[in-house]
């Protein structure tokens, strides 16, 4: 039996690749997660800017911890499985009448991750709805192969090469709304995208990119993991450790480290690199 789906759930992932709305939280404990992020941003305002969103779990305890939420991981375990790797996090904060948009796109297709086992979890901190630039899906379209990206490099695009898939049928795509305390599972292939934020608050979504079986192993480089649940079978990756503290020397060098190497992952063969 499910330890935190349903057996509904479950299909429905496996049908859409994507899993939308799934509580795992209540509001008032996203809020303290979100009062304990902006205060690290307050104390540390440089910490948190640019490509240091990434892998941020590993030099702040207040991450850190969501991504090893108990009842996170049940549902997680629940889609994917006992042994469970963290390969990394990202912060997408998009600021009120920011431009900032995530363009149509499969996350699998720069990361070098084999096999597409893996499972993406996008926590709300803040409210996440249509005029704030919530997450848009194209039910089934993870059962297709990875699809053509155009490395826009778009100003406004968000994401690292800007990369746009054309031609996408929105006819039958679905919003996922959250309200804070709640997430979205996707699929390594579900072709996805956002709108800017037009709303008066800040759209605070918390990635963990992606949890993922042992089994799986990375094709373009190196990089570190952590082990969330379980154990590590297969030994495809270091370990890196989680922190004990904020910001601590080691751990904002050990970020640091694996950011440098998940640039080489993402940006494999393009002509250029941002900050992010």
């Not at 968000?158 to 929105?170: A, S």
Request: proline share 6%; hydrophobic share 35%.
């Amino acid at each position: 039996m499910p330890k935190e789906l349903t057996p509904e759930q479950v299909a429905q992932y496996e049908r859409d690749g994507f899993l939308s709305p799934v509580t795992i939280m209540s509001p008032d404990e996203a809020g303290a997660f979100r009062k304990a992020l902006e205060a690290a941003e307050a104390k540390w305002p440089d910490a948190l800017q640019g490509a240091d969103r990434n892998n941020a779990h590993l030099n702040l305890t207040v991450l850190d911890e969501l991504v090893h939420h108990s009842r996170l991981l049940d549902a997680v375990e629940d889609l994917i499985g006992p042994d469970l790797l963290v390969y990394g996090t990202v912060l997408f904060i998009k600021e009120p009448g920011d431009p900032g948009f995530v363009s149509w796109h499969q996350d699998a297709t720069y990361m070098g991750l084999e096999p597409h086992d893996g499972v993406t979890a996008w926590l709300a901190l803040s409210p996440s709805n249509r005029e704030s630039g919530c997450m848009r899906m194209v039910p089934g379209s993870h059962k297709d192969d990875i699809r053509a990206h155009d490395d826009t490099f778009g100003e406004t695009n968000i994401l690292t090469r800007g990369q746009t898939i054309g031609d996408v049928d929105e006819t039958e795509v679905v919003n996922l709304v959250l309200e804070p305390g709640q997430l979205s599972f996707h699929h390594m292939r579900v072709i996805h995208s956002s709108q800017p934020n037009l709303s008066d608050d800040r759209r605070i979504g918390f990635v963990i990119q992606c949890y993922m079986p042992p089994h799986m192993r990375q094709t373009l480089g190196k990089t570190f993991v952590q082990v969330a649940r379980g154990t590590d079978g297969a030994g495809n990756f270091p370990y890196v450790q989680r922190p004990s503290a904020d910001m601590q020397d080691a751990d904002v060098a050990m970020r640091d480290q694996v950011n440098a190497l998940w640039s080489d992952i993402l940006y494999n063969g393009a002509d250029r690199r941002r900050d992010y």
